[in-house]
C-alpha cells in the first residue's frame, strides 16, 4: 500500500514502478527505489517528429535525483535508468518523467529552487541542495 501512495504521489506510470521504500528517521532521509518492468520497450529521445521507435534497453545506468523533501526528511529517488541501442549503433541514455534539466534534481525540485531564487538571495537557496 505505501508503494502505492508513493508512486501515485510521484505520477510514476508504467513502465516504471517503486521497488522499495526506505525510511531512516535518524538520519532524517526518505529514498524511494525506482525501476522499470522487465521486457518494456522505450522511445528513442532522438527521433525526429512524427517517427515512433522503440527499443528494449541495451543496459542501464544507476541514477539519483534530490526530490522535494518529504515533510521535515529530505527525499531522494533512486532508478536503474535504461539506455538503449539504436539501428544505426548509437546507444542513448532514455530522459526519466521525473528528472528536471540539471542533473542530480527532479523537475518538482528545480521548480521550488527557481520560485525560491525569485524571493530570496540564491546563496540561501543553495543552502537546501
Known amino acids: 500500500m505505501m508503494t502505492e501512495l508513493f508512486q501515485q504521489a510521484l505520477h510514476i506510470d ?54 522535494l523533501n518529504f515533510f521535515e526528511y529530505k527525499c531522494h529517488l533512486h532508478a536503474r535508468v535504461p539506455r538503449i541501442k539504436r539501428d544505426d549503433g548509437k546507444v542513448r541514455l532514455i530522459p526519466t518523467p521525473w528528472e528536471g534539466k540539471v542533473s542530480g534534481f527532479t523537475l518538482l525540485f528545480e521548480a521550488l529552487l527557481i520560485q525560491l531564487c525569485k524571493a530570496m538571495p540564491v546563496h540561501n537557496v543553495s543552502m537546501l541542495t
Open 14 to 67: 508504467s513502465p516504471w514502478f517503486i521497488k522499495s521504500i526506505d525510511f531512516n528517521a535518524n538520519k532524517k532521509r526518505l529514498d524511494i527505489y525506482i525501476d522499470f518492468k522487465r521486457g518494456s520497450r522505450f522511445s528513442d529521445p532522438d527521433a525526429g517528429d512524427g517517427v515512433v521507435k522503440t527499443y528494449k534497453a541495451y543496459d542501464t545506468v544507476q541514477k539519483t535525483w534530490q526530490h
